[in-house]
């Protein structure tokens, strides 16, 4: 049957997920006439499982998309119900936000936002296949045999490629939540070349708050002072809910090894690998079998619904069995459960067959984004449809690409662990990857990322004047701090009654603040000029860069030895094994990844130091070539 025209866009972005959404909403915010398709538009912005956003290492994510005029930062402002951040006792380095969404909220704003966007349609179609030509993406077909033209296509599908549930013994093609998979597409893209392969993730049950006992629970508040997302926001509201923590015990574990046979994750129908870091209740006792108990949260979905997601219990085993176990934890024994917990199998590719500018290396202007590369979690997902809408609206406009690196972004590591190291299992960010965390902290996001954004047209007039604010506000209190200074009988008092020694000369007020015991809200009580005229954001900031100016000056002097070998450039599309000395392996690594730099190449597995050193040395002979 022949294929009806439907029109034409710069850009056409497929799955309108977290990934899907950031994508779409980059390129229309930059000016490119942009098409976002779903399947279901009561699935766009969708969280199928956790109910939150932020966390640790993925609230730096969060941070850094909105810092380069991502919406996700702004969308769960909007419709958090409960704010906290986490890792305080530790250094600022790791502190990470997290926020529980009321989840149906968080994605009809995200909707509205959608439709009220210049630049963008929202189509409720299923895309069954790609348009290539003369190997460029030039358009898409779609189930009701309609076609739509584009200059660049962004491949955002999420876990519904093939998708497939699994409960116990049983198992049955869906998407998320019940949703249709995606068969077709999966099919074609095999056709197109692409090499797919197998994931699992996995979701806990939801119940009834109002069939819990709270008392035998220990209750989870959020934040007094709640610190907003979004560097465009000063102050969003109050927490509105508690979340409740309760832990698993011998019984529970008992009746889920007893049941390890009728699990789908040991039994065998399961051939996608799942993520690591985030594993099924059965796969904790399994693994971890000489743990008495492990914890879980019970966390409301929403202000408008009674269910309850139980954090830390996803299973794919049977229905009977998951009422069973979940009915021994102190809390649950009468629990009734409205959505049983369940794996879903899902088609995927190798994130090492794109480019660091999320183009698939086969297909000139075919863009790839979240789940669909190998990653797991909103958070990853939504960055990685911003940098793939920024790189696709780039390209068609015959500019370079944006690559943030390992000392810009967490951003920049996210993308190079993936492209780069490849994963063998659903890649999640943690703080313990990047190499330059006291850098790449939470607070200064927008002092890293914003004037960047900006130049290249996605950042607001709005966003970039609040960054020039913020930078010229920490920069003048600095120096205030630096040349302001007090003597001994001005503050040895407020010393000693902050725990701290006093003092035997004169001091200044930065010197004070570098004392753990100080903080810059404490100076307050010694010098008038403290506070009145700083926001949250810049007082935060302030303080990190001056409690840790030392550590920060040695991160800076070795990211500049990083940049080294990340500035000797490579040449790209070139046959390593025209290179005498390299390794079998490693010219079959080289071939494959294409690395953009010797920094990049150094990061390959498989490629070692001394095929590094043979990269070197050609590079080196290649300039003494070119000056003759």
């Known amino acids: 049957m022949e294929h009806i025209y439907m029109g034409e866009y710069d850009v056409i972005v497929v799955g309108a997920g977290h990934a899907g959404c950031e994508a779409a909403l980059a390129c229309a915010r930059m000016g490119k006439e942009t098409l976002l398709c779903t399947m279901n538009l009561d699935a766009v912005a969708m969280m199928p499982c956790n109910p939150s956003i932020g966390g640790t290492g993925k609230g730096h994510l969060v941070r850094e998309i909105d810092a380069l005029g991502g919406e996700m930062g702004v969308n769960i402002d909007k419709t958090f119900i409960q704010s906290k951040m986490l890792n305080t006792a530790k250094g600022p380095a790791v502190h990470s936000l997290r926020a529980q969404a009321d989840k149906n909220r968080y994605h009809l ?12 349609a929202m189509r409720q179609i299923e ?25 660049a296509v962004i491949l955002a599908t999420g876990t519904f490629l093939r998708g497939k549930i699994f409960i116990g013994d049983s198992s049955f093609e869906s998407g998320p939540n019940g949703l249709a998979p995606s ?9 197109h070349g692409m090499a797919l392969r197998r994931f699992k993730t996995g979701t806990p049950a939801r119940c009834l708050g109002q069939s819990l006992d709270y008392s035998k629970m220990q209750e989870q508040k959020g934040d007094e002072h709640i610190v907003p997302f979004s560097f465009l926001n000063d102050e969003i509201g109050e927490n509105q809910i508690s979340c409740w923590l309760t832990y698993t015990n011998e019984d529970t574990h008992r009746i889920i090894r007893e049941n390890f046979h009728r699990s789908a994750l040991f039994g065998g129908q399961i051939e996608g690998i799942g993520p690591r870091y985030c ?26 619904t009674d269910e309850m997601y139980i954090q830390g219990m996803s299973s794919s085993l049977p229905e009977d069995v998951q009422l069973a176990f979940y009915k021994t934890i102190p809390g649950l024994e009468n629990l009734e459960i409205v959505r049983s917990a369940y794996a879903i199998e899902y088609d995927c590719i190798d994130p090492q067959d794109l480019k660091l500018n999320l183009e698939y290396r086969k297909i000139d202007n075919l863009f790839c984004a979240g789940q669909f590369n190998g990653s797991s979690g909103y958070e990853e997902a939504a960055a990685q449809g911003l940098m793939a809408g920024i790189n696709a609206s780039l390209k068609i406009s015959g500019k370079d690409p944006l690559i943030l690196g390992r000392d810009e972004a967490y951003i920049g590591v996210l993308i190079d662990d993936l492209v780069t190291k490849g994963t063998n299992e659903p890649y999640r960010i943690m703080t313990s990857r990047a190499e330059y965390r006291l850098v790449l902290r939470q607070d200064n996001a927008d002092q890293r990322l914003t004037p960047i954004s900006y130049e290249i047209g996605l950042a607001t007039q709005e966003r970039y004047d609040r960054y020039l604010a913020k930078k010229l506000a920490v920069s003048r209190e600095t120096v205030r701090l630096e040349q302001k200074s007090v003597g001994p009988k001005d503050v ?23 004392r753990p015991q100080i903080s810059y809200a404490d100076l307050a009580e010694i010098d008038d000029e403290t506070r009145p005229h700083l926001s949250e954001h810049e007082i935060t900031q302030l303080e990190v860069q001056i409690k840790y100016e030392g550590y920060i000056q040695k991160q800076i002097a070795q990211i500049s030895r990083y940049k080294k070998l990340e500035n000797r450039k490579l040449p790209q599309d ?40 043979v990269l070197l040395v050609h590079l080196e002979k290649q300039k003494r070539k070119g000056k003759e």
């Open 279 to 304: 594993p099924s209740i059965e796969d904790k006792v399994n693994r971890f079998a000489d743990k008495k108990r492990h914890q879980l949260f019970i966390e409301p979905e929403g202000l408008d």
């Open 109 to 120: 704003e995200m909707k509205k936002t959608i439709e009220h966007t210049k630049h963008l």
């Open 127 to 151: 895309v069954t296949d790609l348009i290539v030509k003369d190997g460029r993406v030039c358009g898409i077909e779609t189930k009701t045999h309609t076609w739509y033209q584009s200059k």
């Open 574 to 613: 070139f046959d390593y094994s025209q290179m005498e000395g390299l390794r079998i392996e490693a010219v079959q690594k080289l071939n494959q990844i294409q690395p953009a730099s010797v920094g990049q190449a150094s990061r390959i597995s498989g490629v070692s130091p001394a095929d590094i050193n």
């Open 183 to 191: 068969n077709t597409l999966a099919d074609n893209l095999k056709k």
């Open 492 to 514: 040895n008092d407020f010393l000693i009654a902050h725990d701290t020694s006093p003092l035997q000369t004169r001091t200044s007020l930065a010197d004070l603040l570098r």
